[in-house]
Antibody, heavy 118, light 105 residues
Framework: EVQLVESGGGLVQPGRSLKLSCAASGFTFSDYYMAWVRQAPTKGLEWVASISYDGGSTYYRDSVKGRFTISRDNAKSSLYLQMDSLRSEDTATYYC???????????WGQGTLVTVSS | IQMTQSPSLLSASVGDRVTLSCKAGQNINNYLAWYQQKLGEAPKLLIYNANSLQTGIPSRFSGSGSGTDYTLTISSLQPEDVATYFCQQYNSWTTFGSGTKLEIK
C-alpha cells in the first residue's frame, strides 16, 4: 500500500524558515517524480514544486522561486521542502504527492499545516 | 492556463446522474485529471487523461471531453460522494480549477 507521511509543519513567524519532510513507503520511490501541492484554508489546490527521479531537475511556481527548495533522498525514500523567507500567503496545508506519467497527482499524503503569522 | 469549474455548488438527490463541468482557457489536449476531496481529507485521484479511471475508483465515475471542455459524471449519486471535486490540467505546467462542492439534497 502506498503511504506518504508528511511532517515538519507548524507555526512560524514571517521571514523565518521551515523544512517539511515526506516519508514514502509501499512503492519504489526512485521510480517517481514527486511534488508538493498546497491548499490555503478553505481554498483550492496550488502546485508548489516538483522534482525528477534522481533530483537532477527541479521546478517551482513563480511565487516560491528563490525561497523554497525541493529535494529528495532516494536511499531514505524521502522528499523535502525547505521553505525560507516565509510569508503570510504561504499559510496552507502542504501535501506530498507522486506524479503520474504525464503530470497527474496519483497518491497524496495526509498533509501538514504551515501557519505563517507573527 | 485558467481552469473554470461550474457550478461552484451542486445539490442533487441520491441516485441522480450528476455532471460537473471544467473549462480550460485553451486546448489542453485531454491532459486533465479529476480529484475528489472529502472534508478534512487529502484529495484523491479519480480520473486522469480526461477519461481513464484510476485503479480502485467505482465505475459510477467517468470522465469525458476534449479540447477545452471536460465533464465528470457520476452515474448514480451515493451518500459517500459528498465532497468537493477539482479538475487539474497538466498540458502546460499545471493548474487546478476552483472546485465544485457536491451536496445531497
Amino acid at each position: 500500500e502506498v503511504q506518504l507521511v508528511e511532517s515538519g509543519g507548524g507555526l512560524v513567524q514571517p521571514g523565518r524558515s521551515l523544512k517539511l519532510s515526506c516519508a514514502a513507503s509501499g512503492f519504489t520511490f526512485s521510480d517517481y517524480y514527486m511534488a508538493w501541492v498546497r491548499q490555503a484554508p478553505t481554498k483550492g489546490l496550488e502546485w508548489v514544486a516538483s522534482i525528477s527521479y534522481d533530483g537532477g531537475s527541479t521546478y517551482y511556481r513563480d511565487s516560491v522561486k528563490g525561497r523554497f527548495t525541493i529535494s529528495r533522498d532516494n536511499a531514505k525514500s524521502s522528499l523535502y521542502l525547505q521553505m525560507d523567507s516565509l510569508r503570510s500567503e504561504d499559510t496552507a496545508t502542504y501535501y506530498c504527492t507522486t506524479i503520474g506519467n504525464y503530470g497527474w497527482f496519483a497518491y497524496w499524503g495526509q498533509g501538514t499545516l504551515v501557519t505563517v503569522s507573527s | 492556463i485558467q481552469m473554470t469549474q461550474s457550478p461552484s455548488l451542486l445539490s442533487a438527490s441520491v441516485g441522480d446522474r450528476v455532471t460537473l463541468s471544467c473549462k480550460a482557457g485553451q486546448n489542453i489536449n485531454n491532459y486533465l485529471a479529476w480529484y475528489q476531496q472529502k472534508l478534512g481529507e487529502a484529495p484523491k485521484l479519480l480520473i486522469y487523461n480526461a477519461n481513464s479511471l484510476q485503479t480502485g475508483i467505482p465505475s459510477r465515475f467517468s470522465g469525458s471531453g476534449s479540447g477545452t471542455d471536460y465533464t465528470l459524471t457520476i452515474s448514480s449519486l451515493q451518500p459517500e460522494d459528498v465532497a468537493t471535486y477539482f479538475c487539474q490540467q497538466y498540458n502546460s505546467w499545471t493548474t487546478f480549477g476552483s472546485g465544485t462542492k457536491l451536496e445531497i439534497k
